[in-house]
């Protein structure tokens, strides 16, 4: 499994459209809304290069509005935690 993280710059008017496109794409695990540099921040988690350059290249800089992005390839995980038991605190 190969996980990548890619930051985009997008028309201030498009944040909430194109992020609601962004995680309807197949491969595309979550996107976050961000504070910064960069507006969102889409999580990629894809079998191989080949479907991450998919992804990136012919599906995510294709939208419009996005005006600039920035991709970074995770080599290694460090954290073991389940990320599903934070958001189940509370519940019985």
Same mark, same amino acid.
């Given at each position: 499994m190969l996980t990548a993280f890619v930051s985009l710059k997008v028309?201030?008017?498009? /944040? $909430? #459209?194109? =992020?609601?496109? +962004? =995680?309807?794409?197949?491969? /595309?695990? #979550? /996107?976050?809304?961000?504070?910064?540099r960069f507006d969102l921040t889409a999580i990629i988690r894809v079998r191989d290069c080949d479907n991450l350059a998919d992804?990136?290249? $012919?599906? +995510?800089?294709?939208? #419009?509005?996005?005006?600039?992005s920035e991709t970074q390839i995770a080599f290694r995980v460090h954290s073991k935690h389940d990320l599903e038991s934070m958001f189940s605190l509370g519940e019985n």
């Amino acid at each position: 499994m190969l996980t990548a993280f890619v930051s985009l710059k997008v028309k201030r008017d498009s /944040v $909430n #459209e194109i =992020a609601s496109q +962004l =995680a309807a794409i197949n491969g /595309v695990s #979550e /996107v976050y809304s961000i504070a910064g540099r960069f507006d969102l921040t889409a999580i990629i988690r894809v079998r191989d290069c080949d479907n991450l350059a998919d992804i990136v290249t $012919n599906k +995510l800089l294709k939208f #419009e509005g996005i005006l600039d992005s920035e991709t970074q390839i995770a080599f290694r995980v460090h954290s073991k935690h389940d990320l599903e038991s934070m958001f189940s605190l509370g519940e019985n």
